[in-house]
């Protein structure tokens, strides 16, 4: 018998039936054992040891995997193909060794980049031992991230209360948002002029050409700044004789773009399906653990977390099939195509993303995953078919065009662009972020030198030049990866972090960073602005992708940074708080004390006349305050408008007036209550109220955005069985659609103002269906069948939290990679058999109070420790599960023996534990 041990519990059930009886196939659910979240897991003073801890599950988990090994021959790790994957294996591996069960057992390492048949079969036929450097890479990673956030959150608690965490990447990522925000408000718009003639040829075929010289003199985009120099010429023009000066038609060709790797699956997924990183991230892994089709279960694309962009010769040659019998020979390219990764040094070497069956289309796929998944796997197909068709053939023309009015002698320019033959383009075009160059697709008529051209008319255009535009999450993360900042399988949940810690907020589809992410990262820039310079974060990256290439000690990667490290963090501990607040004012004051029009000095306090405004920070965070406190109690929110800046609202602290409401003419303002910020219609003791949504900055709400709060809820759709309307509102529980007594949550990338009717609808019938209860009846299940145990009906349902199955007495919550729709009667039976022999069922009422009183004395100290191990992130920033409360044994280890001690779980931790950023390269896909 021959056990192999994969991560995922679907992956295993699917290797399986490819593997046959003669192989048990065994998950370990992700990582089995983590750092503890205390003081001490990594030791710097004896030579970064590091300590390890078997979690509750990853203790069941391991104790399934020595038993199947007992009676063994041979152990075959199978986890991912990438640098976490091989952390997982060594993990597996070092505690097993532990165990002392592996004597006469063969241990192999195995990958293969797709659940295929074939894919499987090769794996085993190659295996190899567990690669030392990658998982040395791992090791400095993890040990890295747990030093920054365990010396440096403390910090940010004692100096910034209501702060959460910093990471050695989520910090640099924040200040990435941060920066655009701050180009944003100290943009100066400046003015300028185009002037554009239009023309047509001796045929009326008409045309546009652009003012682009004037007499002997090049016309930039900014050299007409005023009405009166573009009247001037406009003038000119108007009176001028145009003639063809030159012509000039070049080919051109567009190729391809390479097929997806993580980050631009993740950019282009944003972009054209407008998933968040984390959603697409979640959607990839189901579509590379597969589904069922023609009743085997096969994955459906190659591993989602690479850094490489070619493809296997047989998949290349299954697609040039594909081209050439959907599109023609004239599609196919006489050679493959070859792509290079850019990266410097691609950690996950292995393909690029691509669909394991080419011929296995879109259309036939969308029968059997949501629609999610279909539309993520149609983006793949669709770009990796481009990848290999024929590049596209253009012409691109330009026509200089002479003008002579008087005496002056000026030039204009039209260009356009002929598709002479599509190639790829018949099938895919890329998606654009602000701020790139369109094409220019005009397409011009036939000229000639020399030849005389008709006046239509001639526009002079005023223009202003525009800030740079906030970071969309694709366009964050295309950045991070040209800075080299992070690695690409850990942006989805780096973005996520910043999200979850409310550092950022989605407006509009872009990121803004919210009061609390600004303040963190003047504090880090002001204080620690080494760790989140972009060059530093970028260097650090590269040595330990060196450490992955067997280039350079990883301990030597922690020597160097931790010397300076700690003597940065010892600084900041001494820190006075006048010290920190002066800093923030100083960095922060474009944005928390706004020039006012009439030039008086914005910190002057506008209710007492004589205190000076300052930066305060309270217990819930962040204000701002007078300094004759306490006999000036005025306060404010950090991010203010000039009217009330200006003493708009004097006597009125914590209220901003909007103007009025046109329909009522009362006044609309924006306060800040006991619960939150919220906005208000006229005064009066009921006046009408509605919150802000959670990650609204009071700064950012006009007298638009207030009304459309205050009109709320409002009508989307009417449902498409009843008839009657489908409301969205905020409640108190935050933004929600409505349908009769069914209330549905809005999730986070959905805008309550802009939320459209079929994703009201869909949320609506998902929560129908069985997807919660409160706000509607009691979700009935559905009877898998009888336990042949308890002689019950199994029942699987809808709960608070999450589906589970049940059978009257015992309930067992499904695993998340389980869903309430595919759960089997087997599986279900599995999972009530556990749930009983780890004494689950109902439970007998506490009847001591000495029992009562205990827990409750053990409360606060356990309370502290799990709060601090939920805000601690795992490997790619995702939060990690917490520690358990009760574990009868913790697995003990230093990173260079494989000799470890069983110690009884201490009942109070030595500290209470910081949150981390563990930035490195992904948790388990099922547990971010």
């Given at each position: ?115 295929t ?7 085993m ?29 403390p ?19 924040l ?13 100066v ?24 010289g ?12 005023s ?41 282009e ?23 069922e ?9 190659t ?34 195509r ?16 691509r ?19 279909a ?20 012409e ?7 003008a ?36 220019d ?135 006075r708080?006048t ?42 965070g ?34 901003r ?17 006991r ?52 409301l ?70 809808a ?15 499904l ?12 599986e279900?039976?599995?999972?009530l ?18 029992k ?5 004395a ?50 109070a ?15 388990p896909?099922?547990?971010?």
């Amino acid at each position: 018998m021959k056990v192999v041990v994969v991560e995922s519990p679907a992956k295993a059930k699917t290797i399986n039936k490819y593997l046959g009886k003669d192989y048990e196939v065994l998950a370990s659910f992700g990582h089995i054992r983590d750092l503890p979240a205390k003081d001490g897991s990594v030791d710097p003073e004896h030579d970064f040891a590091m300590v390890w801890e078997l979690e509750d599950r990853g203790a069941k988990r391991l104790s399934d995997i020595a038993r199947a090994v007992k009676g063994a021959d041979k152990l075959i790790l199978a986890t991912d193909p990438d640098r976490e994957g091989e952390a997982i294996s060594w993990h597996v591996l070092e505690a097993l060794n532990q165990k002392k069960v592996l004597k006469g057992v063969d241990v192999e390492r195995v990958t293969f980049n797709a659940i295929t048949r074939d894919s499987i079969q090769a794996a085993m036929a190659a295996p190899r031992a567990i690669d030392q450097a990658l998982v040395d890479a791992y090791l400095a990673r993890r040990a890295l991230d747990y030093l920054v956030g365990f010396n440096l959150s403390p910090v940010l608690w004692r100096k910034l209360p209501g702060a959460r965490s910093a990471g050695r990447v989520q910090s640099v990522a924040l200040r990435l948002v941060c920066d655009r925000e701050r180009e944003i408000e100290t943009f100066v718009s400046r003015e300028y002029w185009s002037l554009v003639a239009h023309l047509s040829t001796a045929k009326d075929a008409p045309f546009e050409a652009r003012l682009v010289g004037a007499d002997g003199k090049k016309i930039t985009r900014l050299d007409i700044g005023s009405g009166a120099e573009a009247e001037a010429f406009r003038a000119d023009l108007d009176k001028a004789q145009f003639t063809v000066a030159s012509v000039e038609a070049k080919p051109a060709k567009r190729h391809p773009w390479p097929p997806f790797t993580t980050s631009t699956l993740q950019q282009e997924a944003s972009r054209k399906l407008g998933l968040a990183p984390a959603a697409t991230m979640r959607a990839a892994q189901k579509l590379y653990e597969g589904v069922e089709i023609g009743g085997e279960t096969v994955g459906l694309i190659t591993y989602m977390r690479t850094d490489g962009v070619d493809m296997a010769p047989e998949a290349i040659a299954q697609t040039r099939k594909v081209i050439g019998q959907m599109y023609g020979d004239a599609y196919v390219p006489s050679a493959p195509r070859k792509y290079s990764a850019k990266a410097k040094n691609a950690q996950e070497a292995h393909e690029a993303i691509r669909p394991t069956d080419l011929s296995r289309k879109p259309s036939e796929v969308a029968r059997h995953v949501d629609a999610e998944q279909a539309r993520l796997y149609e983006l793949i197909w669709t770009r990796t078919i481009a990848s290999q068709m024929e590049s596209a053939l253009l012409e691109r023309t330009t026509v200089d065009i002479g003008a002579r009015a008087g005496g002056r002698n000026l030039e204009l320019r039209a260009t356009g662009q002929v598709v002479k033959f599509d190639g790829f383009l018949k099938l895919y075009q890329e998606g654009r972020d602000d701020g790139d160059d369109e094409e220019d697709n005009r397409r011009l008529p036939p000229m000639s030198q020399g030849e005389a051209l008709k006046k239509r008319s001639i526009d002079a255009s005023q223009h202003f030049t525009e800030p740079p535009p906030r970071y969309s999450e694709a366009s964050l993360v295309k950045r991070m990866e040209e800075l080299g900042i992070g690695r690409p399988s850990t942006y989805a949940s780096v973005l996520q972090v910043l999200k979850d810690r409310d550092y950022v907020r989605i407006e509009k589809k872009r990121l803004a960073p919210d009061d609390r992410g600004r303040i963190v990262v003047a504090f880090l820039e002001n204080f620690f602005r080494r760790y989140v310079e972009y060059d530093f974060t970028a260097d650090l990256e590269e040595q330990l992708d060196r450490v992955s290439n067997h280039e350079i000690d990883w301990k030597a990667v922690l020597n160097d940074f931790w010397r300076d490290f700690i003597v940065a963090i010892d600084g900041a501990k001494g820190l006075r708080t006048t010290e920190v607040i002066d800093a923030l004012n100083e960095y922060l004051g474009p944005h928390i004390f706004p020039k006012r029009e009439d030039g008086v000095d914005p910190r002057v306090c506008p209710s007492c006349g004589t205190g000076q405004l300052s930066l305060k920070l309270g217990r819930f965070g962040s204000f701002i305050g007078c300094s004759n406190y306490p006999e000036c109690r005025y306060t404010r929110q950090l991010a203010q408008g000039a009217d009330q800046e200006a003493g708009g609202d004097e006597g009125r602290p914590g209220v901003r007036s909007l103007g009025t409401d046109p329909a009522t003419g009362l006044e609309v303002t924006v306060r800040d209550g006991r619960f939150g910020a919220y906005a208000q219609l006229g005064e009066g003791e009921k006046p009408k109220r509605q919150s802000l949504p959670k990650g609204t900055s009071p700064g950012s709400v006009d007298l638009e955005k207030a009304l459309a709060l205050l009109s709320l809820p409002r009508e989307v759709a009417k449902h498409p069985e009843t008839g009657e309307p489908i409301l969205a509102g905020i409640g108190r529980f935050g933004p929600y659609v409505q349908h009769g007594k069914v209330y549905a949550n809005i999730g986070r990338d959905d805008d309550v103002l802009e939320i459209g009717g079929n994703r009201a609808i869909d949320l609506i019938i998902a929560k129908e269906q069985g997807g919660g209860r409160r706000g509607g009846a009691a979700d009935p299940g559905r009877e898998l069948g009888t336990d042949p145990e308890s002689s019950k009906a199994i029942v699987v349902k809808a709960g608070r939290y999450g589906p589970y199955v049940t059978d009257g007495t015992t309930n067992a919550t499904l695993p998340r990679t389980m869903t309430q729709e595919a759960v089997t009667f087997e599986e279900a039976v599995e999972l009530l058999k556990k749930k009983r022999e780890a004494g689950g069922g109902k439970k007998p009422a506490r009847k001591t109070a000495a029992k009562t009183t205990k827990k409750a004395a053990a409360k606060p100290a356990a309370k502290t420790a799990k709060k601090a191990a939920a805000d601690t992130e795992g490997d790619d920033g995702a939060p990690v599960k917490k520690p358990a409360a009760r574990k009868t044994a913790a697995s003990k280890t230093t990173t260079k023996t494989a000799t470890a001690k069983t110690t009884t779980r201490k009942t109070a931790a030595k500290k209470a534990a910081p949150p981390v950023d563990d930035a490195g390269d992904d948790t388990p896909p099922w547990d971010a």
